[in-house]
């Protein structure tokens, strides 16, 4: 049954029923052009352009070109280089009885797999040797992009403009535009995070046009190509759109990535039982330097799929 609740003056409603989740986020999803944006996403024009708050024909166009990109082989030959991060992050756990913190390793992992994947950039973070942990402008980026996302709050700790967005939402985006003048205050500081990301997001597209061995190994790279050869429309695929949709793969992957493995980690770390039955299956599989294909993580690992599927 449907709950129904309202985040200040926008009302919101949580499905708990599995049939109309996939009638309302598969079936029907062409149908659903247009989702409420909320006041955090109105007060952040990089995010705003991303795949998920764009609107009517636009938003059709990039989804059906995004999703005909995204065929299950281009996907599958992505898992060798998903398995060359989860070696070296492994390979980087400490081995003495110092505390990790599980999250924050977990979240370098995939911020380094979601970079290469969708921008063909390797950042070094899951590789504490590599020596582009010490490079600057990665530095800076992953710390823009970080505080640019916590930003993004509904609460009384968010900015002044996306508060009062909450209940006056015809007064935010007046109100944002006089504050981000202000210096220091928080939409000062969002507005100018922004910029720098767009600014350093702008850079790699530019960057990818300009190489003619960019390939087709990353996501960007696979729509500039489509874009170069007129098999989607250069109008609609700006850089600057360009730029947010290859974004929004960080920005919905790294986080939510992260929390997955660390609530699977807490969850079975409580369930000796699971944790037996679960390296059985996976020691069942062959010998420790088998990587996996594709087909085989779809069908080799059904108690893994049941265990990743609980914590999310």
Same mark, same amino acid.
Request: proline letters at 5%.
């Given at each position: 049954?449907?709950?129904?609740?309202h985040?200040?003056?926008?009302?919101?409603?949580?499905?708990a029923?599995?049939e109309?989740? @996939?009638?309302?986020?598969?079936?029907?999803?062409?149908d659903?052009?247009?989702?409420?944006?909320?006041?955090?996403?109105?007060?952040?024009?990089?995010? @705003?352009?991303?795949?998920?708050?764009? @609107?009517?024909?636009?938003?059709?166009?990039?989804?059906?070109?995004?999703?005909s990109?995204?065929?299950?082989?281009y996907?599958?030959?992505?898992?060798?280089?998903?398995?060359?991060?989860?070696?070296?992050? /492994?390979?980087?756990?400490p081995?003495?009885?110092?505390?990790?913190?599980?999250?924050?390793?977990?979240?370098?992992?995939?911020?380094?797999?979601?970079?290469?994947?969708?921008?063909?950039?390797?950042?070094?973070?899951?590789?504490?040797?590599?020596?582009?942990?010490?490079?600057?402008?990665?530095? %800076?980026?992953?710390?823009?992009?970080?505080?640019?996302?916590?930003?993004?709050?509904?609460?009384? %700790?968010?900015?002044?403009?996306?508060?009062?967005?909450?209940?006056?939402?015809?007064?935010?985006?007046?109100?944002?535009?006089?504050?981000?003048?202000?210096?220091?205050?928080m939409?000062?500081?969002?507005?100018?995070?922004?910029?720098?990301?767009? %600014?350093?997001?702008?850079?790699?597209?530019?960057?990818k046009?300009?190489?003619?061995?960019?390939?087709?190994?990353?996501?960007?790279?696979?729509?500039?190509?489509? @874009?170069?050869?007129?098999?989607?429309?250069?109008?609609?695929?700006?850089?600057?759109?360009? /730029?947010?949709?290859?974004?929004?793969?960080?920005?919905?992957?790294?986080?939510?990535?992260?929390?997955?493995?660390?609530?699977?980690?807490?969850?079975?770390?409580?369930?000796?039982?699971?944790?037996?039955?679960?390296?059985?299956?996976?020691?069942?599989?062959?010998?420790?330097?088998?990587?996996?294909?594709?087909?085989?993580?779809?069908?080799?690992?059904?108690?893994?799929?049941?265990? %990743?599927?609980?914590?999310?």
């Open positions: 049954m449907p709950i129904r609740f985040m200040g003056r926008q009302p919101l409603v949580i499905v029923d599995a109309l989740c @996939r009638e309302v986020g598969i079936k029907k999803f062409k659903i052009p247009n989702r409420s944006i909320p006041s955090p996403i109105l007060a952040s024009p990089l995010h @705003r352009k991303g795949l998920f708050w764009i @609107r009517d024909s636009r938003w059709s166009t990039m989804r059906n070109t995004i999703v990109v995204y065929q299950p082989s996907l599958a030959k992505l898992v060798p280089m998903m398995q060359s991060f989860i070696e070296t992050t /492994s390979q980087n756990i081995m003495d009885d110092q505390d990790i913190i599980f999250n924050e390793f977990s979240l370098k992992m995939a911020t380094d797999v979601i970079g290469k994947a969708a921008f063909g950039f390797d950042f070094g973070l899951s590789n504490s040797n590599n020596h582009q942990n010490n490079d600057k402008h990665i530095e %800076s980026f992953i710390k823009q992009h970080i505080y640019s996302t916590t930003m993004l709050k509904m609460d009384l %700790s968010g900015s002044f403009s996306i508060i009062l967005g909450l209940l006056l939402p015809i007064l935010q985006e007046p109100v944002r535009q006089i504050l981000k003048r202000i210096p220091y205050t939409d000062w500081k969002i507005e100018r995070t922004n910029k720098n990301l767009n %600014s350093q997001l702008d850079q790699i597209v530019v960057n046009m300009k190489d003619e061995q960019r390939g087709s190994k990353d996501f960007l790279s696979l729509i500039l190509n489509a @874009r170069e050869s007129e098999t989607v429309s250069k109008n609609l695929f700006t850089s600057d759109y360009i /730029s947010s949709i290859a974004y929004e793969h960080l920005l919905a992957g790294s986080a939510t990535t992260s929390f997955t493995l660390s609530s699977c980690v807490y969850l079975i770390s409580g369930h000796p039982e699971v944790e037996k039955k679960l390296l059985k299956e996976i020691d069942e599989f062959g010998p420790p330097d088998q990587v996996p294909t594709a087909d085989d993580l779809q069908s080799r690992f059904p108690y893994l799929d049941q265990v %990743s599927s609980v914590a999310m």
